[in-house]
Structure formats: structure tokens, C-alpha cells
Nanobody, 121 residues
Framework: QVHLVESGGGLVQPGGSLRLSCAAS????????MNWYRQAPGNQRDLVAG???????HYADSVKGRFTISRDYAVNTVYLQMNSLKPEDTAHYYC???????????????WGQGTEVNVSS
């Protein structure tokens, strides 16, 4: 079993900051990419930022320069530092990780339950 648990969401005023965390645990042999997605009501789930095992990162255009993704390889945790938050950043944020479990021959995608981010004055 592999589990992803997110934390760090909440209510913040426009211009504020939040830091999301996602810890992967369980029967993990190897973690490849770790990503953050978000989904606002009525919208599809979109990729916000991602980081691969070599450390390369990529971001959605809408968050470039404001969000920073980072990773602690020792504890299989990914972070999303969100600065200069805007009301349009309001969404449910999900962690996604591409993980190879012990005994598995392939990498699979795992999802957390998500954490809510509400940017409002």
C-alpha cells in the first residue's frame, strides 16, 4: 500500500502565501515524479507544478514566478510554496506521485485526498 497525505491548505487573503506539503509513505521502492494538481468547482483537474527525480521542475504558466515546487528525497515529501496568491488560485489541490512499489514491475500513479486552498478577502 502506498499513501499520499497532503497538508497546509487554508484560507488566505489575496497577496498572501501558503505552503503545501505532501508525504508519500508505505511500500515504496522508488519515487519518480511528484506533482501538484488543482481543481476548482466546475473545472477540470489541471497540473500546477511538477518535479522529477533528477530535480527538474515545470510549472503551469499561470503560477510561474509565484509558486515553487521542491522535494525532500529522504522523506519522499514534496512541497509547494505559493506566494502572491490570487482569488483564481482557489481550488482543491491534489498531490500526485509516480511510484514503484516493492514487488511491482512498473511505476504507477498515486493520488492524495487533496487539501483546500481558498484565497479571499
Amino acid at each position: 500500500q502506498v499513501h499520499l497525505v497532503e497538508s497546509g491548505g487554508g484560507l488566505v487573503q489575496p497577496g498572501g502565501s501558503l505552503r503545501l506539503s505532501c508525504a508519500a509513505s508505505g511500500n515504496i521502492f522508488s519515487v519518480n515524479a511528484m506533482n501538484w494538481y488543482r481543481q476548482a468547482p466546475g473545472n477540470q483537474r489541471d497540473l500546477v507544478a511538477g518535479i522529477i527525480s533528477g530535480g527538474s521542475t515545470h510549472y503551469a504558466d499561470s503560477v510561474k514566478g509565484r509558486f515553487t515546487i521542491s522535494r525532500d528525497y529522504a522523506v519522499n515529501t514534496v512541497y509547494l510554496q505559493m506566494n502572491s496568491l490570487k482569488p483564481e488560485d482557489t481550488a482543491h489541490y491534489y498531490c500526485n506521485a509516480i511510484i514503484k512499489a516493492y514487488g511491482s514491475r512498473t511505476y504507477e500513479a498515486y493520488w492524495g485526498q487533496g487539501t483546500e486552498v481558498n484565497v479571499s478577502s
